[in-house]
């Protein structure tokens, strides 16, 4: 998806993220897991485990967390810290703006 909103870049559609789950998009060419919690509070985090380089999108959503499906390592979705080894170093995590049915995130402002 190419359409932006002063520096933000659009993600997802709001109707399509699964509710508790993550989806896999690469905005500017880096990988990013846009969340959806049970609660329906939606993230963005870099979309890479930092133990196993494999995609967290792909990972079960739990709270405010994400758990990486190879080894266990889970993250939080607030700050990006891992929660659970073997995972010891964060991932990043952008800020998201939902206008209407649309998930913006902004991979300028990596936290």
């Known amino acids: ?18 509710g508790p789950g ?8 880096q ?3 846009v969340v ?9 985090i870099g979309d890479t485990c930092t133990h196993a380089d494999v ?7 739990d709270g ?3 758990e990486c499906w190879l080894h266990g ?5 607030l700050t990006g810290e891992p929660l659970e080894l073997p995972a010891i170093r964060p991932v990043p995590v952008y800020p998201v703006t939902i206008d209407g049915d649309d ?9």
């Open 55 to 61: 995609s967290l999108a792909e990972g079960e959503v």
């Open 103 to 111: 998930v913006f995130v902004d991979v300028t402002k990596e936290s």
């Open 31 to 33: 990988p990013i897991a």
């Open 22 to 29: 993550a989806v896999r998009v690469v905005l500017d060419g």
């Open 1 to 18: 998806m190419t359409d932006a909103v002063a520096g933000k870049l659009l993600a997802a559609r709001l109707s399509e993220l699964p």
């Open 36 to 44: 959806r919690t049970a609660e329906g509070t939606v993230h963005a």
């Open 64 to 66: 405010c967390a994400i």
């Open 73 to 77: 390592s889970r993250f939080d979705l």
